[in-house]
């Protein structure tokens, strides 16, 4: 089993006081007299649940060593559940309609991944993504599903508790916090589960399979566990991407959503959650900085990815860790 510092499991002091001063910052910002401050909220609050979704595929890719090129049906099919759930005149209580969602993603998560946990290398990669085209094609084609015009979310889940609605989900700033608190709490348990002995054996998994078979593992369960989690977890991002854009289509399960996961995995760094997250916020800063900077954004987007993936192949958390490092070393 590789060492905890190969996959940058446990970081660097440095490292703990940077994110914890990120998360300081995101908390204060709703705070900060700033011009536009609504339209800065919405982008963040964006950020932080592609940093859910991408977190959610680490958990595969980074700590099981499994790369799925369909990660974003589980992502779309939660956004339709709730469009599907939420009635044309009134909100739906949020306390039933997010367990719903993201149940109905583990439970598509766990019948697609009985099949495709059999398979390995390129052809695991070939199958997820075949069945997210299956998913695709299914809401894209049938006019009853929405169709390729997709579905509006008219009102956002309501947060009654006990008559109390002190959760007002349509502000922007409550649903800001709400998002930001969603992300702490998916963040703290994934850590949990990376360092406990289910996790410890997803990681072996990821090194060598056929030895933790050998000795007594029976890795089929674990993969489909993981597969199964991870897509309830990619479920919780895409209620909440729902949830705040008020609309879903096709697009949120295609190709390119689970391409999107996959860049800001890298770009962050594989096998640590921070660095998903940290990857989700840089991948779309830098995809906004290009878009506004020129119509051919994608060509600058693309460099930017592979000259990542060459100087910092662990990813801007593994160069940070190298650079602080050299840094501190006598």
Do not use: C
């Not at 059999?118 to 094609?137: D, E, H, L, P, S």
């Amino acid at each position: 089993m590789s060492s905890p510092k190969a996959q940058l499991e446990k970081l660097p002091r440095s490292m703990q006081v940077v994110l914890l001063l990120g998360a300081v910052a995101l908390a204060a910002f709703p705070l900060m007299p700033l011009t536009g401050v609504d339209f800065y909220l919405q982008m963040l609050s964006q950020m932080m649940i592609l940093a859910i979704f991408a977190m959610s595929l680490d958990l595969l890719q980074g700590v099981t060593g499994l790369v799925s090129l369909g990660h974003a049906a589980y992502f779309g099919l939660a956004g339709y559940a709730l469009a599907f759930l939420t009635p044309a005149d009134t909100p739906i209580s949020l306390w039933w309609s997010l367990p719903v969602s993201v149940l109905g993603a583990a439970l598509a998560a766990l019948i697609i991944g009985f099949f495709v946990v059999r398979t390995r290398g390129i052809y695991f990669i070939m199958v997820t993504m075949a069945f997210a085209q299956m998913v695709f094609f299914l809401f894209f084609d049938n006019k009853a599903l929405g169709g390729s015009d997709g579905i509006y979310v008219n009102f956002r889940p309501e947060a009654t508790l006990f008559g109390w609605n002190g959760i007002d989900l349509e502000n922007k700033t409550t649903f800001y916090y709400f998002t930001l608190l969603v992300l702490v709490l998916v963040y703290a348990f994934l850590r949990r589960v990376l360092f406990s002995p289910f996790g410890r054996v997803l990681a072996g998994i990821r090194v060598n399979e056929h030895r933790m078979r050998a000795v007594g593992y029976g890795t089929f369960g674990y993969k489909l566990a993981a597969f199964t989690l991870a897509g309830a977890l990619a479920g919780v991002a895409g209620f909440l991407w729902a949830a705040q854009t008020g609309f879903v289509n096709p697009e949120l399960m295609g190709f390119h959503m689970s391409a999107h996961a996959i860049m800001m995995v890298i770009l962050g760094g594989m096998g640590n959650f921070a660095g998903a997250i940290v990857g989700a916020f840089a991948f779309e800063y830098v995809m906004h900085f290009f878009k506004d900077l020129t119509k051919h954004w994608q060509l600058l987007m693309g460099g930017f990815i592979v000259l990542v993936v060459v100087f910092a192949p662990r990813g801007l958390l593994g160069l940070f860790s190298q650079f602080t490092g050299k840094r501190g070393a006598p």
